[in-house]
């Protein structure tokens, strides 16, 4: 009997060290799911620490690859632009010489012929009984008429002068690489300067009956500014201004944008003010308007309204980049149902 007790005994005691060294494994099993949970989640936060690091620098690249996108397209279209200035200033100087040349002489041609028709009339009241060759002469070059005409001839020559004169100097104006400088400058003169070159898009044409042209000019002070710049802002705006109308009015190559009602009386205003201690101008244009959500893009690189093939995007950004930047003004644009207006705060 006391043997099967002290079997059973030592079966207890045996179960009692199985148990002691069940419990044991039991909790290193437990502290090493505890390490390897640890473990586990200090890799998952340094993935998704990488993982947002990896975000952080995807999202910086595709910023500089878009910002070197942007520059590279300004500087292309800088270096189109100074280029222009200098075909445009090359052009100005060859045309004004031979230009100047005529309009010069033409009021000596004026007095000439003066002269000469003198002589013919004083010719003819001291011998009024021609010989006949010289009677059929007469009446071969229709001396009275040439005599009425002529005058008007020189006349338009030196109008169609004149004209040729102002644009070749709208031309150097606008493109102002003698003034490359922050300088004093008349912005009026580059407004007019910009809509001289811009004059042809406003006459009338075959599409339309024309643009009409708006100008309520204030009493502007000089302005220090960077006068080519400024001529360059001007010429984007207008020239939207332009492709707006040309489309609400039905221009051939706009009709994929010219879904509203046929504009009947296109018209450009411009509107120069000071107020407070700042320039202010307005350019209007009475055309189909922009929509309030595209407003805050408009000034973004590469974004436009235009159809393929009619704009880069560039102009606006380009100019905004030329007000802000470079004169600390501001470019804004407002919209409504009578049209769009650009306005530019430029500080004195």
Same mark, same amino acid.
């Given at each position: 009997?006391?043997?099967?007790?002290?079997? +059973?005994?030592?079966?207890?005691?045996? +179960?009692? *060290?199985?148990?002691?060294?069940?419990?044991?494994?039991?909790?290193?099993?437990?502290?090493?799911?505890?390490?390897?949970?640890?473990?586990?989640? $200090?890799?998952?936060?340094?993935?998704?620490?990488?993982?947002?690091?990896?975000?952080?620098?995807?999202?910086?690249?595709?910023?500089?690859?878009?910002?070197?996108?942007?520059?590279?397209?300004?500087?292309?279209?800088?270096?189109?632009?100074?280029?222009?200035?200098?075909?445009?200033?090359?052009?100005?100087?060859?045309?004004?010489?031979?230009?100047?040349?005529?309009?010069? &002489?033409?009021?000596? /041609? @004026?007095?000439?012929?003066? %002269?000469?028709?003198?002589?013919?009339? /004083?010719?003819?009241?001291?011998?009024?009984?021609?010989?006949?060759?010289?009677?059929?002469?007469?009446?071969?070059?229709?001396?009275?008429?040439? *005599?009425?005409?002529?005058?008007?001839?020189? @006349?338009?020559?030196?109008?169609?002068? *004149? $004209?040729?004169?102002?644009?070749?100097? /709208?031309?150097?104006?606008?493109?102002?690489?003698?003034?490359?400088?922050?300088?004093?400058?008349?912005?009026?003169?580059?407004?007019?300067?910009?809509?001289?070159?811009? !004059?042809?898009?406003?006459?009338?044409?075959?599409?339309?009956?024309?643009?009409?042209?708006?100008?309520?000019?204030? %009493?502007?002070?000089?302005?220090?500014?960077?006068?080519? #710049? +400024?001529?360059?802002?001007?010429? &984007?705006?207008?020239? &939207?201004?332009? %492709?707006?109308?040309?489309?609400?009015?039905?221009?051939?190559?706009?009709?994929?944008?010219?879904?509203? *009602?046929?504009?009947?009386?296109?018209?450009?205003?411009?509107?120069?003010?000071?107020?407070? /201690?700042?320039?202010?101008?307005?350019?209007?244009?009475? !055309?189909?308007?922009?929509?309030? %959500?595209?407003?805050?893009?408009?000034?973004?690189?590469?974004?436009?309204? #235009?159809?393929?093939?009619?704009?880069?995007?560039? !102009?606006?950004?380009?100019?905004? @980049?030329?007000?802000?930047?470079?004169?600390?003004?501001?470019?804004?644009?407002?919209?409504?149902?009578? !049209?769009?207006?650009?306005?530019?705060?430029?500080?004195?």
């Amino acid at each position: 009997m006391q043997d099967k007790i002290n079997a +059973l005994e030592r079966q207890v005691r045996s +179960l009692q *060290k199985k148990l002691k060294r069940s419990q044991a494994d039991r909790r290193l099993l437990e502290a090493s799911n505890a390490r390897t949970e640890s473990l586990l989640k $200090r890799v998952i936060e340094e993935l998704q620490s990488s993982k947002q690091e990896l975000e952080d620098r995807r999202q910086v690249l595709e910023n500089l690859i878009t910002e070197l996108k942007t520059t590279q397209s300004q500087l292309v279209d800088s270096e189109k632009m100074s280029a222009l200035g200098i075909l445009v200033a090359g052009i100005a100087h060859e045309i004004n010489n031979p230009v100047s040349f005529i309009y010069g &002489n033409l009021s000596h /041609a @004026q007095a000439y012929t003066q %002269d000469l028709f003198k002589l013919v009339h /004083a010719y003819q009241q001291e011998y009024p009984e021609p010989s006949e060759s010289i009677q059929n002469l007469i009446t071969e070059i229709e001396l009275d008429f040439l *005599k009425e005409d002529y005058s008007n001839l020189l @006349q338009s020559m030196d109008t169609g002068a *004149k $004209r040729i004169y102002n644009i070749v100097g /709208a031309l150097r104006t606008f493109s102002r690489l003698d003034e490359a400088e922050h300088k004093e400058a008349d912005l009026h003169k580059g407004l007019d300067s910009t809509l001289s070159i811009l !004059g042809h898009r406003l006459k009338p044409c075959h599409h339309h009956d024309g643009i009409a042209l708006v100008k309520r000019y204030g %009493d502007l002070p000089k302005l220090h500014c960077y006068p080519g #710049k +400024l001529n360059q802002v001007f010429m &984007n705006i207008l020239s &939207n201004a332009i %492709d707006a109308l040309e489309a609400a009015v039905g221009v051939a190559g706009w009709e994929e944008v010219s879904s509203i *009602k046929k504009l009947q009386d296109p018209h450009i205003t411009i509107e120069t003010t000071v107020e407070a /201690a700042d320039i202010v101008i307005h350019i209007g244009n009475n !055309g189909p308007g922009i929509s309030a %959500d595209i407003i805050p893009k408009l000034f973004d690189p590469f974004f436009t309204t #235009k159809p393929v093939g009619k704009g880069t995007g560039l !102009g606006l950004s380009i100019s905004y @980049q030329i007000v802000v930047e470079q004169h600390n003004g501001k470019l804004l644009c407002h919209a409504h149902e009578h !049209g769009t207006v650009f306005t530019i705060v430029l500080p004195m």
